[in-house]
């Protein structure tokens, strides 16, 4: 028995170390996943922001004799902002920062569309737009809660399989770090996207 004794205690200690391998890489998993999760529910909401400016722009469509300068570049902004998307597991620092800068040109383009929209009475009076303040601005502000939410998830993601000795681990099973959403110029506070038309001029 004696003799078997230090392959039992190797054994044991095997077992202990497979184990908690295993363990570690399961959570790794799991805060992998609920980053990813926080991601698509960032896509998720600038998706409906894409909607509602969608919406937007074929109600300022009607309009006679709008600008069509500014209307373009809504749209053009708009196709771009819907078009480049990135896979939860591939989130890249240059993947994030090309989303980054689509979105921003988006809202650049629709702050421009609102200042040209002040000249318009009538659209200033349709209750589509009145409709829509709420509905944008509450998307926006969303998106703001969704980065964050993200930004935390994954953060937490990238300090754990950082730590020694998960990093090993981490680096044995090809779990990398996430890129985080990098904070904008006043990206503490929602793009004003204020359509309150019953001011008085």
Known sequence: MKKWLPLIIIGVLIFALVRWGISINNTMVDMKGQAEKSWANVESSYQRRNDLIGNL????QGAADFEKNTLTEVINARAKATSTTIDAGNLTPQKMAAFQQAQAGLTSALSKLMVVVERYP???ANQNFLQLQNQL?????????????????AGDYNIYIQKIPKNFIASLAGFEKMSLYASDKGADKAPDVNFDFNKKE
């Open 137 to 153: 601005e509450g998307t926006e502000n969303r998106i703001n809660v969704e980065r964050n939410r993200f930004n935390t998830s």
């Open 122 to 124: 009538d659209l200033k």
């Open 57 to 60: 722009v074929k109600t300022v």
